[in-house]
C-alpha cells in the first residue's frame, strides 16, 4: 500500500520560512517523479514544484520561482519543500504527491498517488 506522509506545516508570519517533508513507503520511490501542489479555501488545486526521478530536473509555478527549492532523497525515500520568503497568499494545503508516466508531474493528471496534506498559513 502506498502511503505519502507530509510533515513540516505550520503557522507562520509574512517573510518567514518553512521546510514541508513528504515521507513515501509502499513503492519504489527512486522510478517516481515527485511533486507538491496546494489548495486554498474556495480554490482548485495548484501545481506548486515538481522534481525528476533523480532529482535533475525540477520546475516551479511562477508564483514560488525564486522562493522554493524542491529536493529529494531517493536513499531515504523523501522529498522536501523549502520555502521561504512566505506570503499571505501561500495560506493552503499542501500535498505531495507520486506521478506516473511522466518526466514531471506538472498537473493532476499525472498526478497518481497523494498524501493526507499539510497545512501552511502565512499571517499578515
Known amino acids: 500500500q502506498v502511503r505519502l506522509v507530509e510533515s513540516g506545516g505550520g503557522l507562520v508570519q509574512t517573510g518567514a520560512s518553512l521546510r514541508l517533508s513528504c515521507t513515501a513507503s509502499g513503492l519504489t520511490f527512486r522510478y517516481y517523479p515527485m511533486a507538491w501542489f496546494r489548495q486554498a479555501p474556495g480554490k482548485e488545486r495548484e501545481f506548486v514544484a515538481t522534481?525528476?526521478?533523480?532529482?535533475?530536473?525540477?520546475k516551479y509555478a511562477d508564483s514560488v520561482k525564486g522562493r522554493s527549492t524542491i529536493s529529494r532523497d531517493n536513499a531515504q525515500n523523501m522529498v522536501y519543500l523549502q520555502l521561504n520568503s512566505l506570503k499571505p497568499e501561500d495560506t493552503a494545503v499542501y500535498y505531495c504527491?507520486?506521478?506516473?508516466?511522466?518526466?514531471?508531474?506538472?498537473?493532476?493528471?499525472?498526478?497518481?498517488?497523494w498524501g493526507q496534506g499539510t497545512q501552511v498559513t502565512v499571517s499578515s
Open positions: 504527491t507520486a506521478g506516473r508516466d511522466t518526466l514531471l508531474v506538472l498537473t493532476t493528471t499525472n498526478a497518481h498517488h
Open positions: 522534481i525528476s526521478w533523480d532529482g535533475g530536473v525540477t
